[in-house]
């Protein structure tokens, strides 16, 4: 009797070890480091994401790969630097871009496909579509795509809402087309429009219908483990929050700060309403940081009310300073992350997807994942231990290198890549950028100095030349994680 109870405890453990959790990676848009409550914004309503970290682990170094959009999908999505492709000088992909992942690389949509997942991705995709050097007619099939590379359902936008088509697309098809006509997209950013479909989208309506998305899914798809990609379109330009989101004290940007956080709220809210919250990791980040430039009219009356969108942080979006990379980053796993805990690790949102290999017990294969490191024990940890990574590269908008290792960031200024912009204009302004600044590397303690306003170069030249030394061999060897080629 005693070994039969024996053995029917450890086939119950062997059960209960087996179980996978759902997962939900949400990544949002142009979302800063100051600008969620749980990271010191005052007047936004956060309280979804407030609850996260009150739920879970709350990142302080938390890093996107690329300081703008596509970088960083890239990263994300392949647990690969951007900067290994084809695409060296840190730009984003054109709205109508091929497909910019081989579909035979691993994914996030893939990992877990193949370990039995239903899968979905929803929102802003941002990685190309299809084959055409540059999509004229969005009319055809436009494959290949989400599902190609690993995801059974797509439901969201090609790139951004200006770059149309303004209409949704779903898997294949772009939604709402007029049959036996070219859909095409004429005019630029604000001014665009699409022609060959019966009717646009509402721009303050996309959050909405996204979230509808997500959570449909979700309750259609909840007997079976299951994993979600939503990259909500929210908070980048056009800044166009549903009209309930009203009052905020910075203007239609916090407005649309509001509006996230519900959308955030809904799927939690979906969860708990089918009893999954203690079954499923959640992860939410941003793609880059906030702009702070005066190129968005919303986020500079936001910064004038008061908002400091990117915290103390130097910079933001495109740049090569902390603003530009370091994101707000929140785990829960109910039983595994501690809750209400903090994590002062450094990790890149490269590393999900070996984290998430390790999660559902699935080895990478080689040639994939290049740089992604397993930080499971960041989310697990009970106090901050032993770093799980010993140093991050990172690219700005304009091509610039920089590495973090510890405590220190070295901003890259001389014998970097030779690197061909794809037009003058982004040429003249890197020049401008670089003849502006220091003529020499820059070295910064970012732990002490998060404002980086005290260049070390001239009193560490040691540190700076390992440092150099290591951002080298990074780009040189093809991957930064061990066991990787």
Known sequence: ????????????????????????????DDYGWGSVGCYGAKGVKTPNLDRLAREGRRFTNAYAPGSVCSPTRYGLMTGRYYWRTSIKDGEV??????????TTRLTLGSLCKGAGYRTAAFGKWHLGMGTEAKRTDWSPSLAPGPLEVGFGYFFGLAANPWNGPHTFIENHEALGKVAGQPVTISGNRENATTAGIVEPWKEDHIMETLTGKVTGWIEANAAQPFFVYYAPNAIHEPVAPNPKFTGSPYGKYGDFIDELDW????????????????????IFSSDNGGVVNANSANASTAMKAGLAINGPLRGGKHDVWEGGFREPFLVRWPGRVPAGTVSEQVICLTDVLATLAHVIDVPLPGGNAEDSFDVLRAFTEEKTGAPVRDHVVLQAADATYAIRMGDWK???????????????KKAELTARKHKASAQHDELFNVKDDVAEASDAFTTHADLVAKMKERLAAARDQGFTRPGAK
């Open 93 to 102: 992909l054109g709205g109508n871009a091929p497909l910019h992942i081989e």
């Open 263 to 282: 959308s955030v709220g809904e799927v939690l809210a979906t969860l708990d309403k089918l009893k999954l919250a203690d079954k499923t990791l959640i």
């Open 1 to 28: 009797m005693k070994h039969a109870l024996l053995f029917l405890l450890a086939l119950i453990f062997a059960a209960h070890a087996a179980e996978k959790p759902n997962i939900i990676v949400i990544l949002s």
């Open 410 to 424: 070295l901003v890259e200024r001389t014998g970097a890549p030779p690197i061909t912009l794809r037009n003058k």
